[in-house]
C-alpha cells in the first residue's frame, strides 16, 4: 500500500526543461570539465537552479504542496541518472566506482563522455526527439544495487524549501528496453531478460522514497508505446505486469504514476490498468483517448496529456476541453490535466523573446505558458468551461488570426508543390553516375572527407556576435570568415584530406542559418533546448510557406573551391533535418512542408553545380529520428521523407557526387529508406557502435559508396592512428574497397583544433596504412 493519500494533483506537467533560461546549467558543466570551478560550485549553481524552478513553476500555479511540480532534473541524461542510481557502471569504468560501486560527479561525466582509449557510453535518440540519451550497456552479469541517493536528496532538498513534489525516474521495463549488450555479450541478449535482477533496487528506492515522505514517483514507461524496439509487445506486456506485480507490492511506497509519453499507449493500454498503478499518464497529442471496452477504471487516475510537450503552437482550448470531456466519459477514478510529454523538448518562455514578432509570438506557448495553459485546463474541468471564458476565447482569437495571417499560406508555393512529378525525384543509373564521377574527381581508393563544420571558435564567435550587434561592419565579418575559411583548407591540404570542406564558419548552427534566410521561419533569442548533456540547440520556428529568395551557400562554396585544386563538398541541411531540428508548423501536412524545403534546397544544389561544385551534401542525420513509433505510420513517413531528399537532389548532372550523412541513431529499420536517399556516397555514425551498422548495409545489398565514421566527434578524446586503423580494418570486411569512405561521426564544430588536428592526422595515417594493406 501507498504511504500517502494525496490524490494526483488536477494541474501537472511530465517534466521540465533543466538547463536554466540563460544555459546557466550548461555553463556550469561546461566550466567544471574545464576544471575553471570545483564539484562545490557546480553543486550549488545546479541546487540554485533547482529551487528557482519549483518557485517559478508554483508562481505559474501548480502546487507546492501537492505533488504536482515534477523533479526532473539531470546534470547530463536522465537514462544515466538511473544508471549512476542503480550502480550500472561499464567494466572499463570500474575503477571509478567509490566504497559504495556508485559514481561521484566526476566520474559520472565520464563515463558520459570518455577518457583516453576508454570509449563513452553509446548515445542516440530518446524515441521521437532530438534529444540523445546514453544507452546502457548490460550483460547477463550485470548487478544491479541502490547506490546514488540523486532522486531522494533532490526531494528532501525541495521539502526543505517548502516543496512537495515528484520525483520522476525512467522506469524498470523503459530501461532495459533501452539498453544494448555490453561488449563482449552475444548479440541476441535480451536486456529484459534482468528484470528480476534490477527490481530490488527499484523497490529499495520505493522503500528510500517512502522513509523521505514521498506521496508520488512517477515511472517513465515510454518503450510501452515504442514498436520500433527490438522488444515486441508481448514482451513488454510480459515484463509490465511482473515489474508492476513485485513495485506495487512494496508494504510503504509512494503512489505510482506510470507514463507512456511520446505516442499513444494502445494496445498495451489494457496491461497498464491491469498492473494497478495508482496513475496513468498518457499522450493524447500524439495518441487517441484509449479503447476501454471491459477495463475496470474505478481505482486509477487518469492524468491526461493533452498539452502538447513536444511542440510550440499554442493550444486551442476549446478543443482540449472537449477531449478531456471525453476522457471523463471512461470512467476512471479521476481525470487530471497534464502535459503529453515532458517540457524538456521546448524552450523555457516567450519572456526572453524581444525580437520575436508579436503577432507570431500570440500564437506559440513554450514551457511556462504551456504549464498555464494546463492550470487554466484544470480549472475549466474542475469549474466547468466558464471559469476560463477568456482564456478560452484568446486562444480561439490568437489561431484565427494565425490562419489569415500574409505568408502563412502562399499561392505560389502551393501551386510549385502541386505541379511535382515522378521525374523530379529520379536520377540517373547509380552505376553511370559512379563511372562519371570517378572520371570528373579522380579519387584515390578509401577517400578522406570530414562531414562539414570545423571548430567554431571564440575568435568566430566573438565576430558573429559583434556583427549582429553593429559593431563590425557587414566587409570586416564577412572578411574575418574568409580568413576563417582559407585557414581550414590550408589545414586540410596540409593533412592530406581529399575531400575538403569550408569548415562552415559562417553558420552559427546548421539549421537555423537556413531558416534565416528561407521564407516562412523565425529563429529565436533564448529558445534554447537540451539535445544532449551540456549540447543545446536553439530550434527555429517553420511558421509559414517555405521559399528561398536568393542563393544562400554558392557564394562560401565558391571562395572555397577557388583555394584549392581539390574538391570542395557544397554543404546544406536536408529537409527532414530542417524539419526535425525546428518546431514545424501543425496547420498542414509534414509531405507538404517536407517538399517545400525540398524545392528551396533543389534551387540552392542547382546554383551550387552551375557554379562549378562537383560534390554537393546534404545531411539528414535526422532521418530515422522521426521515424513514427507505430508500424503503421512508417510507409507513409517514408515515402515523403526520402522523396523530399530525392527532390533537393535530382536535379544535377551525372558527373556530379550528391554526398549525405546521418549520425546518432538506430538505423537497421531504415536501411531500405537509407538506400533509397539514392545518394552517391552516404556517411554515417559508426565510431562509438564499432561499425555494428555495416554487416545491415551489406545484407541489404547497399552497393553505393559509404563512409563509416572512424572519429567519434562527441568525446574529447584523440582516436589513435592504431584505433582508426581497426575500425577501418572492420569496415573493409563488410565494404568494397571500391565504395568505402574515410570520414568523422560528425561535424567537427564543438571540438576544439588541437584535438582535431591530432584526430585528423590520425584518420589520414590509418588511411595511408589501409590503403597499403588493400595494395
Not at 603 to 612: F, M
Request: aromatic share 6%; charged share 25%; with cysteine.
Amino acid at each position: 500500500m501507498s504511504t500517502s493519500a494525496i490524490p494526483f494533483p488536477k494541474a501537472s506537467v511530465l517534466g521540465y526543461p533543466r538547463i536554466g533560461e540563460r544555459r546557466e546549467l550548461k555553463r556550469a558543466v561546461e566550466a567544471f570539465w574545464a576544471g575553471k570551478t570545483t564539484v562545490e560550485e557546480l553543486e550549488v549553481t545546479a541546487a540554485e537552479l533547482r529551487k528557482s524552478t519549483r518557485e517559478r513553476l508554483a508562481e505559474l500555479g501548480l502546487g507546492r504542496d501537492d505533488a504536482s511540480i515534477p523533479e526532473s532534473f539531470s546534470y547530463y541524461d536522465q537514462v544515466a541518472d538511473a544508471s549512476a542510481a542503480f550502480g550500472v557502471v561499464p567494466a572499463r569504468f570500474e575503477s571509478l566506482r567509490n566504497a559504495e560501486g556508485g559514481l561521484d560527479l566526476a566520474g559520472y561525466f565520464t563515463v558520459a563522455r570518455g577518457q583516453g582509449e576508454n570509449l563513452p557510453l553509446e548515445m542516440t535518440k530518446w524515441f521521437d526527439t532530438n534529444y540523445h540519451y546514453l544507452v546502457p550497456e548490460l550483460g547477463p552479469d550485470t548487478t544491479f544495487k541502490l547506490v546514488g541517493s540523486q532522486f531522494v536528496d533532490q526531494f528532501l532538498e525541495a521539502k526543505e524549501q517548502g516543496f512537495v513534489t515528484r520525483p520522476v525516474v525512467v522506469g524498470p521495463v523503459t530501461y532495459l528496453a533501452l539498453s544494448k549488450p555490453a561488449d563482449g555479450v552475444a548479440a541476441d541478449f535480451n536486456p529484459l531478460t534482468l528484470l528480476p535482477q534490477i527490481l530490488p533496487a527499484y523497490v529499495a528506492l520505493l522503500e528510500q522514497l517512502a522513509a523521505a515522505g514521498a506521496p508520488w514517483v512517477q515511472f517513465e514507461e515510454a518503450a510501452l508505446v515504442n514498436e520500433n524496439l527490438s522488444a515486441s509487445a508481448d514482451e513488454l506486456r510480459g515484463a509490465l505486469a511482473t515489474a508492476y506485480e513485485v513495485l506495487l507490492a512494496v508494504p510503504q511506497r509512494p503512489q505510482v504514476a506510470i507514463s507512456a509519453a511520446y505516442g499513444g499507449l494502445d494496445p498495451l493500454f489494457g496491461a497498464v490498468v491491469a498492473t494497478g498503478a495508482d496513475a496513468i499518464a498518457i499522450d493524447l497529442v500524439k495518441g487517441a483517448v484509449p479503447a476501454t471496452e471491459g477495463l475496470d477504471l474505478s481505482g486509477v487516475t487518469i492524468a491526461a496529456g493533452v498539452i502538447d510537450g513536444h511542440n510550440i503552437w499554442r493550444a486551442n482550448l476549446s478543443d482540449k476541453l472537449a477531449l478531456l470531456e471525453r476522457v471523463e466519459s471512461l470512467g476512471a477514478k479521476s481525470v487530471t490535466v497534464t502535459t503529453s510529454t515532458s517540457l524538456q523538448h521546448v524552450p523555457y518562455t516567450l519572456r526572453n523573446e524581444s525580437k520575436l514578432d508579436t503577432e507570431l509570438k500570440s500564437w506559440l506557448a513554450f514551457a511556462e505558458e504551456k504549464t498555464q495553459e494546463v492550470v487554466a485546463l484544470a480549472q475549466g474541468l474542475t469549474e466547468g468551461a466558464a471559469a476560463i471564458a477568456e482564456q478560452v476565447q484568446d486562444s480561439k482569437d490568437a489561431l484565427a488570426r494565425r490562419a489569415g495571417a500574409a505568408g502563412v499560406n502562399v499561392l505560389a508555393v502551393r501551386e510549385a508543390t502541386a505541379a511535382l512529378k515522378q521525374s523530379d525525384f529520379d536520377r540517373e543509373d547509380a552505376e553511370a553516375r559512379r563511372v562519371a564521377q570517378a572520371e570528373r574527381l579522380g579519387l584515390p581508393a578509401l577517400p578522406t572527407t570530414t562531414i562539414g563544420s570545423f571548430p567554431q571558435t571564440t575568435s568566430i564567435r566573438k565576430a558573429r556576435a559583434a556583427h549582429a550587434k553593429g559593431e563590425l561592419v557587414t566587409e570586416g565579418y564577412e572578411q574575418a570568415m574568409r580568413d576563417e575559411i582559407a585557414q581550414v583548407i590550408a589545414l586540410q591540404e596540409e593533412i592530406g584530406l581529399d575531400v575538403l570542406v569550408h569548415g562552415e564558419a559562417e553558420r552559427n548552427d546548421m539549421v537555423q542559418y537556413f531558416a534565416e534566410l528561407l521564407d516562412g521561419f523565425a529563429v529565436t533569442e533564448n529558445g534554447w533546448v537540451q539535445s544532449y548533456g551540456s549540447r543545446c540547440t536553439r530550434p527555429s520556428i517553420q511558421w509559414g510557406d517555405v521559399s528561398r529568395p536568393e542563393p544562400m551557400t554558392v557564394r562560401w562554396a565558391k571562395y572555397a573551391q577557388s583555394l584549392t585544386r581539390k574538391p570542395v563538398k557544397g554543404m546544406l541541411t536536408g529537409p527532414v533535418t530542417i524539419m526535425a531540428w525546428s518546431f514545424v508548423r501543425d496547420d498542414v501536412s509534414l509531405r507538404e512542408t517536407a517538399n517545400q524545403i525540398g524545392l528551396a534546397l533543389r534551387d540552392e544544389v542547382n546554383d551550387l553545380e552551375a557554379a562549378g561544385i562537383a560534390t554537393i551534401q546534404v545531411d539528414e542525420p535526422a532521418l530515422r529520428e522521426l521515424l513514427p513509433l507505430k508500424k503503421k505510420d512508417h510507409a507513409d513517413y517514408l515515402d515523403w521523407s526520402v522523396n523530399s531528399f530525392r527532390l533537393s537532389t535530382s536535379g544535377v548532372r551525372v558527373d556530379t557526387q550528391i554526398h549525405t550523412h546521418l549520425c546518432y541513431s538506430e538505423f537497421g529499420e531504415v536501411i531500405d529508406a537509407i538506400d533509397a536517399l539514392n545518394a552517391d556516397v552516404t556517411s554515417i555514425e559508426a565510431a562509438r557502435s564499432r561499425m555494428e551498422i555495416l554487416p545491415e548495409l551489406a545484407d541489404a545489398g547497399f552497393s553505393r559508396g559509404v563512409g563509416p565514421g572512424v572519429y567519434d566527434i562527441h568525446s574529447p578524446r584523440v582516436p589513435s592512428t592504431e584505433e582508426i586503423q581497426e575500425l577501418l580494418e572492420l569496415a573493409v570486411k563488410s565494404v568494397d574497397p571500391n565504395l568505402l569512405w574515410v570520414n568523422p561521426d560528425c561535424g567537427l564544430k564543438t571540438r576544439g583544433y588541437e584535438e582535431t588536428t591530432a584526430s585528423l592526422k590520425n584518420l589520414a595515417a590509418a588511411t595511408l596504412n589501409v590503403r597499403a594493406q588493400l595494395g
